[in-house]
């Protein structure tokens, strides 16, 4: 059984560009969410793909955009970058969007904006 | 608006010794509450699961238990070891934030000293 992965592990970005991380979900699982994590917080829930649709959204600019894929996998866009953008990324993926499913999360991106 | 917090923020104890972990939630309407492990600049390992119904999960050294009426969950740690060094944060799902989502706190660093 093949785990959560993300790519890139690293990224550096200046101000203003755009950027897109990429997040295979565990096998089995359609549901992928996205969360920010900055520097020593908790992460925080962007949004959540079921199914190729956006199926709940936090408290996100709409510069942050997803798209979810056929196979599951799922993309993280982010345009006009800002230096508050840095953080861990972090990728989720679980079964389906139960209230009582167990979320894996995959090992991060970390994105530096100069 | 659920609000997640780990007291104490940092906790250093000396190898061998049994610890607590605190988290606590300010809406008890929750489906399952989850202990993460993160090593520094990683992603998380989901480490227990509790449901709402349940008062306890237990895996290895590790016993997560959950009173939701109080709005509490602690993780213990029998006979703690070097390798137990990390972040651990603890999320609630529930039906005030959107079911979908996962709300964290902002974790406890936790070192254990040979």
């Known amino acids: 059984e093949t785990g959560v992965t993300q790519s890139p592990t690293h990224l550096i970005k200046t101000r203003g560009q755009q950027v897109t991380l990429r997040c295979s979900s565990q096998?089995?699982?359609?549901?992928v969410s996205w969360y920010q994590q900055a520097l020593g917080q908790g992460p925080q829930f962007i949004f959540q793909?079921?199914?190729?649709?956006?199926?709940g959204r936090g408290n996100f600019p709409p510069r942050f955009s997803g798209l979810q894929f056929p196979n599951y996998s799922s993309e993280l866009n982010v345009n006009a970058l800002e230096l508050d953008d840095s953080a861990l990324y972090l990728c989720?993926?679980?079964?389906?969007?139960?209230?009582?499913?167990?979320?894996?999360f995959g090992p991060g991106t970390r994105l530096t904006v100069l | 608006k659920q609000e997640v917090t780990q007291i104490p923020a940092a906790l250093s104890v000396p190898e061998g010794e049994n610890l607590v972990l605190n988290c606590s939630f300010t809406d008890s309407a929750i489906y399952n509450l989850q202990w993460f492990r993160q090593d520094p600049g990683k992603g998380l390992t989901s480490l227990l699961l509790?449901?709402?119904?349940?008062r306890e999960q237990t895996s290895g050294r590790l016993n997560a238990s959950l009173d939701k009426s109080s709005g509490r969950s602690t993780l213990y740690i029998a006979a703690s070891q070097p390798g137990d060094s990390a972040t651990y944060l603890c999320a609630v799902k529930g039906p005030a934030q959107g079911a979908q989502k996962l709300v964290f706190g902002q974790g406890t660093r936790l070192t254990i000293n040979p």
């Open positions: 793909y079921y199914r190729e649709e956006e199926n």
């Open positions: 509790i449901q709402s119904s349940q």
């Open positions: 989720a993926s679980g079964p389906r969007p139960s209230s009582y499913n167990e979320q894996f």
């Open positions: 096998s089995g699982h359609n549901t």
